[in-house]
């Protein structure tokens, strides 16, 4: 069994680090509020797939929703919630924070990156066997390309956006 006790020189992770001087040019603002609003959007879009799964599937379909469909989509909605998670422990101008963006942002981006064709693909299909409009499927889809595309474009055109910072304390060469 391994030795749970601390050994010293070396840093257990944690989700608290130590404060940082923000780059006044890039300091993470367009970002932060991308975070929080992608955060508040999955909350929110979440609530009703949770508590109101049924009368949600009887809009999007025309058929009854079965038990199955109502579970998976309380399921997907559990999990959009807890997408959010990510996205607030981003939010923070820390070190820690500042750092996990571009993984944050790396691993949503291979989610929609997945569902995409994905949804593509039921479309082309005419919705066969999911159940869906196609609409729905074309709709959803744009959303999250649109999404992934932004996420891209950040990391790629603008990734000062993720923010910029110097240690405290760290003096400069």
């Known amino acids: 069994m391994a030795n749970s006790r601390p050994t010293p020189n070396y840093a257990l992770p944690t989700t608290i680090s130590r404060p940082v001087s923000l780059d006044p040019s890039a300091p993470g603002t367009i970002i932060r509020a991308a975070l929080l609003i992608e955060a508040l959007g999955n909350i929110l879009g979440a609530i009703p797939?949770?508590?109101?799964?049924?009368?949600?599937?009887?809009?999007?379909t025309s058929s009854t929703p079965s038990p199955l469909a109502v579970s998976l989509t309380q399921w997907l909605g559990g999990l959009t919630c807890g997408l959010a998670a990510p996205?607030?422990?981003?939010?923070?101008?820390?070190?820690?924070?500042?750092?996990?963006?571009?993984?944050?942002?790396?691993?949503?981006?291979?989610?929609?990156?997945?569902?995409?064709?994905?949804?593509?693909?039921?479309?082309?299909?005419?919705?066969?066997?999911?159940?869906?409009?196609?609409?729905?499927?074309l709709g959803a889809a744009?959303?999250?390309?649109?999404?992934?595309?932004?996420?891209?474009?950040?990391?790629?055109?603008?990734?000062?956006?993720?923010?910029r910072y110097r240690e405290e304390g760290v003096k400069e060469e």
């Open 142 to 163: 744009g959303v999250l390309a649109a999404t992934a595309v932004w996420r891209l474009w950040v990391m790629q055109v603008r990734p000062e956006w993720m923010g």
């Open 49 to 60: 797939m949770i508590f109101l799964a049924r009368p949600l599937l009887s809009l999007i």
């Open 87 to 137: 996205l607030l422990l981003a939010y923070p101008n820390t070190k820690r924070a500042m750092e996990s963006r571009t993984t944050v942002y790396w691993t949503l981006g291979a989610g929609e990156g997945a569902l995409v064709p994905l949804l593509l693909w039921q479309y082309m299909s005419e919705g066969r066997g999911s159940g869906l409009p196609g609409g729905f499927l």
